[in-house]
């Protein structure tokens, strides 16, 4: 069983669409995140989730909204996509707060390329 | 202010050689400090990670890291390479007392040459 899942693995849109990227974790954690990585590796975080409550939004364009059903599950919905959204979108989750919130368990990742 | 920094984007090593993966933090107390591995289409997963206690931190595939504060990094290590350790790594932070989020440094992809 996989731990952390995302689906879709590939992703082809147009500009303008909007799409959403799935994800799971089988592990009890109690916060799930989402980070993007561009094409120069670099990852950023892009929100969090703790018990269904979102405890940080970096600076990213209200076009993104996560949306967490229950503890297990935080989608990623993104509207009017642009060329820039581009990228590799990894969701991971987490066991409680302070050091164990840095043992992150990643999935496979969601290559969305915006045509 | 970037928290984490690794020097090197790309480090190119013979099979069986030293690996050394440069990372410091800035931070006026000392992070959580960790190393995660990316081998190519996958996502991250943990090497090791250092929050309190010794110094010398061991993690899996015979990677070690040591926490030294007085030059406030956090430098991965490992004495033989292998083919297989040929991969993108990233260091990362949780700074204490803030918001418990881990930042990423920008990562440095590890060669290894036959």
């Known amino acids: 069983d996989t731990a952390v899942s995302q689906t879709p693995k590939y992703l082809v849109t147009q500009m303008g669409n909007d799409k959403s990227i799935k994800c799971e974790q089988n592990l009890g954690h109690d916060t799930m995140y989402w980070y993007k990585q561009d094409s120069k590796k670099f990852l950023k975080i892009m929100f969090s989730?703790?018990?269904?409550?979102?405890?940080i939004n970096e600076t990213v364009p209200n076009r993104f909204s996560p949306k967490s059903p229950d503890k297990a599950h935080l989608n990623l919905h993104i509207n009017s996509l642009e060329l820039g959204d581009s990228a590799v979108y990894f969701c991971?989750?987490?066991?409680?707060?302070?050091?164990?919130?840095?043992?992150?368990?990643f999935g496979e990742g969601s290559r969305l390329t915006v045509l | 202010a970037q928290s984490v920094t690794q020097l090197g984007s790309h480090v190119s090593v013979s099979e069986g050689a030293l690996v050394l993966l440069r990372c410091n933090y800035s931070s006026s107390v000392p992070p959580y400090l960790f190393w995660y591995v990316q081998y190519p289409n996958q996502g991250l997963q943990l090497l090791l990670k250092y929050t309190t206690g010794a110094t010398l931190v061991k993690g899996i595939n015979g990677f070690e890291a040591e926490f030294k504060k007085s030059e406030t990094s956090f430098h991965l290590t490992k004495p033989s390479a292998h083919m297989s350790d040929a991969a993108e790594y990233f260091c990362a932070v949780i700074l204490r007392g803030g918001s418990y989020i881990p930042t990423f440094g920008r990562g440095t992809s590890l060669i290894v040459h036959p």
């Open positions: 989730y703790n018990n269904k409550e979102l405890i």
């Open positions: 991971a989750s987490s066991l409680g707060t302070g050091a164990n919130t840095g043992e992150l368990f």
